[in-house]
């Protein structure tokens, strides 16, 4: 499987991005889903999760409220919705896929898309 996030860019402090993430090589319907993120100088942290199983989500406390995963199975995509970003959430953005569910885990998510640059601005 091989992903392909877009979306990212500049955005002022309070404004909001989708970020998407196109799966090729492959459907989605048997992974798990996640985006992470990673700033400068910082370790990649977990962000959301869309699991397969029931299709339960999973926040980071730092994005609760704010952010949104989903995926559409036909289109092989997932996105992520991102409302009121501060500049906090500057980071490089990055999807990934995996086998295990409910896992926030980097280990656990043996596929990675690129990254996609988010920059908010205060």
């Known amino acids: 499987v091989q992903l392909q996030a877009s979306g990212g860019g500049p955005v002022q402090a309070g404004g909001s991005l989708r970020l998407s993430c196109t799966a090729s090589?492959?459907?989605?319907?048997?992974?798990?889903m996640g985006w992470f993120r990673q700033a400068p100088g910082q370790e990649r942290e977990f962000v959301a999760s869309?699991?397969?199983?029931?299709?339960?989500?999973m926040y980071a406390d730092s994005v609760k409220g704010r952010f949104t995963i989903s995926r559409d199975f036909a289109e092989n995509t997932v996105s992520l919705e991102m409302n009121n970003l501060s500049p906090e959430d500057t980071a490089v953005y990055y999807c990934?896929?995996?086998?295990?569910?409910?896992?926030?885990?980097?280990?656990?998510?043996?596929?990675w898309g690129q990254g996609t640059q988010v920059t908010v601005s205060s």
């Open positions: 869309f699991t397969w199983t029931g299709g339960i989500v």
């Open positions: 990934a896929a995996g086998r295990v569910v409910f896992s926030k885990s980097i280990a656990d998510y043996k596929h």
């Open positions: 090589g492959g459907p989605l319907t048997s992974l798990n």
